[in-house]
C-alpha cells in the first residue's frame, strides 16, 4: 500500500465535479445518489452538501448519521468516504457553503423553504490509483 496525505487526496478529489451520496434507510437499505462536489473548496476532510428537508438524503441521516461518498477520477483513480453526516439549517452556513450552480436546483437560493445543509465529516478515506491503493484515517 502507498501512501497519500489529506492534501494529496483533496488535490485529487478537486477535479471530480459529481459524487456518490450513500445513506441507510429506515429500512436498513441503502440507498445512492449522486451529489455536487464543489472543486471551488479545498478539501479538508469535510463535504457539504445542499438537500431538501423531505427528501431521502435528509431523512435517512435524520434516522442514522453513517454516510460514505465514491468519487470517481480520472485515469483511473476512485476515492471512497466513509464518515458521519450532519444537517443544518444556519443560514449563514448556507452563504459559506453556496456556489451559483446550486440555483440550477434551490431557484430561491439560500432561501429556499426546507433548504437544508449536509455535512459530511470523513473517518476512513480508501483510495485506488491504477495499480496502487490506501487508506488514510482521520
Known amino acids: 500500500m502507498a501512501d497519500k496525505t489529506l492534501k494529496d487526496l483533496a488535490k485529487e478529489m478537486k477535479g471530480i465535479d459529481i459524487c456518490f451520496l450513500s445513506t441507510h434507510g429506515a ?33 435517512d441521516i435524520s434516522n442514522d448519521s453513517r454516510v ?20 443544518s439549517k444556519d443560514k449563514a452556513a448556507f452563504k459559506e457553503h453556496w456556489s451559483k450552480d446550486l440555483d440550477l436546483w434551490f431557484q430561491e437560493g439560500i432561501d429556499t423553504e426546507g433548504l437544508t445543509l449536509v455535512r459530511v465529516k470523513a473517518q476512513r478515506i480508501h483510495w485506488w490509483d491504477k495499480g496502487s491503493e490506501g487508506e488514510l484515517v482521520l
Open 27 to 59: 429500512d436498513g437499505d441503502v440507498r445512492t445518489r449522486p451529489m455536487s462536489n464543489n472543486g471551488e473548496v479545498d478539501y479538508d476532510g469535510e463535504s457539504y452538501f445542499f438537500a431538501l428537508e423531505n427528501t431521502f438524503t435528509v431523512q
Open 68 to 87: 460514505a461518498l465514491g468519487f470517481t477520477g480520472k485515469h483511473w483513480k476512485f476515492i471512497a468516504v466513509q464518515g458521519s453526516a450532519t444537517l
